[in-house]
């Protein structure tokens, strides 16, 4: 390891924050280059130093001024504890769900009304009938006031649904 | 004596008993008002943002995760408040320390400075020597004692993130006593 990098990690090594892979290098390095040294000696002195004055210089609450601001605390942060405790999610959980649950119904309410697939359809059994009377049979018998056919496009697969009056007569001009 | 444990005391104070809620302040009272004391450098500045601080830990007691460190919980809030106290202060803060910088390089009493009893002086200009995220690191980790880790969960960042500010704090202190020490014998020789 050179100089150069050792001196950029003295100052970790010197609070015991170096990451224990590069401890062994830094110390050989150490052993060996006495101005590296000398600067280690320098940042654990400088932090001891400062460590020391911080614990000699330090402030306490008087008693009574400790006791009225907590008292003070008590009286203006009243605890916000839910209704529904213990709710385990925060708030930002509930608005989540609350808008799964709005775009859920959101989908359910305006896009299935123009599906225009079983939801629409008046009777299961109309496109077999349908399709048999475009073959040609006779559905003066069935009950169903309206019909559907659907047309399957091959090539590209698009669907073309048609629905019918019962009435509905198909002309074909040959 | 029994005591009772931070949990207990915890849902004691949320079912509104306020001396459970002093118990369990308590033991950190003293490194919750010196943390804003060295952020701040002044003693009333410290109160308020202690002050603010224990009326946001009692608000939000409820949302304290029962078994985690209530130390590490209540000194998050308290630098956090510290931040926000800095933050609506800065122009203020910027010219105090322009001014104590001034006094401390143009002293004409070098005794002064350097007796034992002012080292409240020389410890603030060293922490003013570091921007906020160096100084809360610097305090936690060496005025607190706090891991790396630990302190790393209270300033909600990286570990690497703490090294690297607990790097940089270290060399600027190291900077600054350096200068400290060169300024007096500078001012030794000249009285000479």
């Known amino acids: 390891m050179k100089c150069k990098k050792v001196r950029r990690l003295l100052p970790l090594m010197a609070g015991g924050d170096l990451r224990s892979s ?7 390095h150490l052993e060996r280059c006495p101005e590296c040294q000398l600067e280690y000696d320098a940042y654990v002195l400088s932090l001891e130093t400062a460590k020391e004055w911080l ?6 609450w008087e008693e009574s001024e400790w006791l009225r601001a907590v008292q003070s605390a008590v009286t203006q942060g009243k605890p916000k504890v839910s209704p529904l405790a213990p709710w385990p999610f925060r708030k930002a959980w509930a608005y989540a769900v609350m808008g799964v ?19 629409m359809m008046p009777d299961s059994g109309v496109s ?15 009950q169903q006031q309206i019909v559907k056919m659907t047309m ?18 198909l002309e074909v001009n040959e | 004596m029994w005591m009772k444990n931070e ?3 915890v849902g004691e104070a949320l079912q509104g008993d306020h001396s459970s809620f002093e118990q369990l302040l308590r033991p950190y009272r003293q490194g919750l008002l010196n943390m804003a004391y060295r952020m701040t450098g002044n003693r009333e500045e410290a109160k308020e943002i202690c002050q603010d601080a224990l009326i946001k830990v009692y608000k939000y007691l409820h949302r ?65 020597k570091l921007s906020s995220r160096e100084k809360a690191v610097f305090l936690l980790r060496d005025g607190d004692g706090f891991s790396v880790e630990e302190t790393s969960m209270i300033l909600k960042c990286s570990s690497l993130s703490v090294r690297t500010h607990l790097s940089r704090a270290r060399k600027k202190i190291r900077a600054q006593f350096e200068r400290m020490n060169l300024g007096y014998r500078e001012e030794v020789n000249n009285e000479v």
């Open chain 1, 22 to 28: 590069r401890i062994s290098a830094v110390k050989a």
């Open chain 1, 55 to 60: 614990e000699r210089d330090r402030k306490d």
């Open chain 1, 101 to 119: 649950l709005a775009a859920a119904l959101t989908l359910l309410l305006v896009v299935k009304p123009f599906d225009t697939g079983e939801g």
């Open chain 1, 128 to 142: 077999s009938r349908t399709q048999a009377r475009l073959s040609g049979s006779p559905l003066e018998e069935s």
């Open chain 1, 152 to 169: 399957v496009l091959p090539e590209t697969g698009q669907k073309i649904i048609w629905f019918f009056d019962k009435n509905f007569t």
């Open chain 2, 7 to 9: 949990d207990e005391l």
């Open chain 2, 64 to 128: 304290f995760k029962r078994g985690k460190s209530f130390k590490n919980w209540a000194y998050k809030i308290t630098v956090n408040s510290a931040y926000d106290f800095l933050r609506k202060k800065k122009r203020f803060e910027d010219t105090v320390q322009k001014q104590k910088e001034l006094e401390w390089s143009h002293s004409p009493d070098p005794e002064r400075q350097y007796r034992n009893k002012e080292i409240k002086d020389r410890i603030e200009v060293c922490l003013q």
